[in-house]
């Protein structure tokens, strides 16, 4: 028996989301004028800035999607994507990251060190190896023969925060999503209604040395399929890894669902079969459509998206299964 209180928010969530289309089944779809671009969490509001600047000039949604995270990945004050991401418990900052693009192309980095932006350097693994995924120690090394400059992640105040934990070193780790921030991942659709999204984190907080999450498998963190649509993931990784979340998304489209029902099928669908076992983590799935029509939804509160449309730039609270 399942313990807590669902709260299905059915008739609540079209607003709550945003939802604009009915369904993506092929024939019911309308697309959403010019392009559209969302990003989890309220830091995406700054990241679909700097992707907009692409698309509203033509640009390609690929090029927007890697821009855009560039921004939270470069800033110190995001503790969960890039410069000044929390570090794993040997204090070291490892980050993850892949990209996809409207036709399966897709490249990723797992546990890359002291390169700011590694969602530019799954887009050269994409580009530039017959590979999908480069790890450690060999991600590293492509990043540098390709030009990319290595710099020192641990920023002086997340070493102090480290060294704050090492006093107990209490081995509980736990998504960062209490923090109200966690990944970014960002779909974009620009004007020639190409898709593409991008997944990029440091990962959970003092985590092992090692510890991947879902951020940087493409089907987890993030898959897209331009006949179809996109969706990215946020939350804690190991969860959105065992339902292959993005991938299960993007299927539930392509049967006919819309983003925000294909969300919320997701996330229900991963509760019924964890039942007790999901008590305490969060999952948060985040979709676009390639007609530009947006879901979101999550385990429990507190997901939120940046949408961008039109120009307009907001952030919106995304529906939820759970009560904390
Ligand atoms: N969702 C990011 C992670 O768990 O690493």
Request: proline letters at 4%; hydrophobic letters at 40%.
């Amino acid at each position: 028996m399942l313990s807590r209180k669902e709260f299905l928010r059915l008739s609540g969530l079209v607003s709550l989301a945003g939802v604009v289309g009915k369904s993506a089944g092929a024939s019911q779809k309308k697309r959403k004028s010019g392009p559209v671009v969302v990003s989890t969490w309220d830091f995406g509001l700054q990241a679909n800035a700097a992707a907009w600047e692409i698309l509203k000039n033509n640009g390609y949604a690929l090029d927007a999607v890697e821009a855009g995270v560039a921004v939270p990945e470069r800033d110190p004050r995001v503790t969960s994507v890039g410069l000044g991401g929390f570090p794993d418990r040997d204090g070291r900052v490892t980050l993850d990251a892949c990209i996809m693009d409207e036709q399966l192309n897709c490249g990723s980095v797992a546990c890359l060190e002291h390169i700011v932006h590694p969602a530019a350097v799954a887009r050269r693994v994409m580009e530039k190896t017959p590979h999908v995924m480069l790890s450690g120690e060999g991600a590293l090394r492509f990043a540098l023969d390709q030009g990319f400059k290595t710099e020192n992640l641990l920023i002086p105040q997340v070493e102090a925060a480290w060294k704050e934990w090492l006093k107990k070193a209490d081995y509980n780790p736990q998504p960062n999503w209490e923090l109200n921030h966690d990944t970014i991942g960002m779909l974009a659709l620009d004007k020639q209604n190409r898709l593409s999204g991008v997944c990029t984190t440091s990962g959970m907080a003092w985590k092992m040395h090692g510890r991947v999450g879902d951020s940087p498998i493409i089907g987890a963190g993030l898959y897209v399929d331009g006949e179809v649509g996109g969706a990215t993931c946020s939350g804690l990784g190991e969860e959105m890894i065992r339902i292959a979340a993005s991938h299960s998304v993007v299927e539930a489209m392509r049967s006919g669902k819309s983003p925000q029902a294909a969300c919320e099928a997701v996330v229900r669908r991963y509760y019924k079969r964890r039942g007790e076992l999901a008590h305490g983590k969060q999952v948060c799935l985040l979709a676009m459509d390639n007609a530009g029509n947006v879901g979101a939804f999550s385990l429990m509160p507190g997901f939120v998206y940046a949408i961008t449309h039109e120009g307009k730039n907001e952030v919106r609270k995304a529906g939820y299964l759970l009560e904390k």
